[in-house]
């Protein structure tokens, strides 16, 4: 583990969201190191809390009543609790965001480039045709075909690819420390997703950028991320060295997750193996382990209360105490590289 300490650190993280007339727990207790140039990733099915982890450190919440507590140092500095005026010096600045759908995230009524201008003057100043001269150089390095022609376009004129290098590009117009991308290849074609990756592992040596990268795919995960945090209905599952959660899974929803990738070798399955059930609504999960009821190894610990992480292995720790009791987990064989 790097001996600096890390460029982020957020421990205790909750999110609250008022519903029923009581505070409904969203996410709970999340806790993560990101160092200089290194790529994490925050894994989970749909609705795990990924995407509000997110949001939450970056002060994007604005739901009437919400309630986040904990601690998110970055770079020192606090980010729960501080006042809009300076999140929105640090956003776009020293910490950038690539959204889910950048067809969305794009005002439609905009050209790409006269947004990504924007993003450049809201914190450098810069003159429009310094400004206009950077974005074209981003989108050239972000592999945009005619960047300077390609800037003049509006966002649905342009392929999804292309849409998401954009954003990419505005996400890195002023040099961020820390780059967020929530599901940066989520309805992309295969050969594209491929190519965003590689853009992204790119980007620590060219840019000197961190990366948070929020995915429910475990094979973007074993190309990309250093280290792994897999989230379950909010609660962390299990962290730990990515090479090491693959090959050594300590709770049984991470194991469900990598049991679920195409085997790359031997008879192909007639079926892949599918976790029974769908995960619970955040205000009915149950008192103990959230994953108990889909679980085929629960048993009396994980019952009355959720388990707290226990260490397993070096720098990995997992909310799950099999094989002490229950059914243990079936050993794996080494990771292999997956395909996106």
């Given at each position: 583990?790097?001996?600096d300490p890390p460029l982020l650190a957020v421990r205790d993280l909750c999110v609250s969201f008022p519903a029923r007339g009581r505070m409904v727990p969203i996410v709970e207790h999340v806790s993560l190191d990101l160092h200089a140039g290194e790529i994490v990733g925050l894994v989970g099915e749909s609705g795990s809390g990924k995407s509000v982890t997110a949001m939450a450190l970056m002060g994007l919440?604005?739901?009437?009543?919400?309630?986040?507590?904990?601690?998110?140092?970055?770079?020192?500095?606090?980010?729960?609790g501080m006042p809009q005026r300076q999140l929105r010096r640090l956003r776009g600045r020293d910490i950038a965001m690539i959204f889910q759908d950048?067809?969305?995230?794009?005002?439609?009524?905009?050209?790409?480039?006269?947004?990504?201008?924007?993003?450049?003057?809201?914190?450098e100043k810069l003159s429009r045709h310094a400004a206009r001269a950077r974005t074209v150089k981003l989108l050239a390095d972000m592999g945009v075909p005619d960047p300077a022609h390609m800037a003049q376009r509006y966002p649905h004129?342009?392929?999804?690819?292309?849409?998401?290098?954009?954003?990419?590009?505005?996400?890195?117009?002023?040099s961020p420390a820390l780059l967020i991308a929530d599901e940066p290849t989520t309805a992309l074609d295969v050969t594209v997703q491929a190519q965003i990756l590689e853009l992204l592992r790119r980007l620590r040596g060219t840019h000197g950028a961190s990366i948070l990268l929020i995915t429910h795919d475990m094979g973007v995960v074993a190309q990309t991320c250093a280290r792994t945090l897999v989230l379950y209905s909010g609660r962390m599952a299990e962290t730990g060295p990515t090479e090491a959660v693959f090959d050594r899974p300590g709770h049984p929803y991470t194991a469900a997750l990598l049991d679920a990738i195409p085997p790359l070798y031997g008879p192909r399955p007639d079926r892949l193996p599918a976790i029974d059930g769908i995960p619970p609504q955040p205000a009915d999960r149950p008192a103990g382990c959230a994953f108990a009821p889909r679980c085929g190894h629960a048993h009396e610990t994980c019952l009355p209360a959720?388990?707290?992480p226990v260490p397993i292995g070096p720098g990995q720790q997992a909310a799950c105490v099999l094989p002490a009791e229950g059914t243990p987990l079936p050993p794996r064989g080494p990771m292999t590289e997956c395909t996106a």
């Open positions: 583990m790097p001996a919440i604005d739901s009437p009543g919400v309630r986040v507590t904990g601690s998110a140092l970055f770079r020192g500095r606090e980010l729960v950048p067809m969305t995230a794009f005002t439609p009524v905009y050209t790409i480039g006269w947004q990504i201008d924007e993003q450049i003057r809201a914190h004129q342009l392929s999804g690819g292309l849409r998401q290098r954009a954003m990419i590009a505005m996400a890195l117009s002023c959720p388990p707290p």
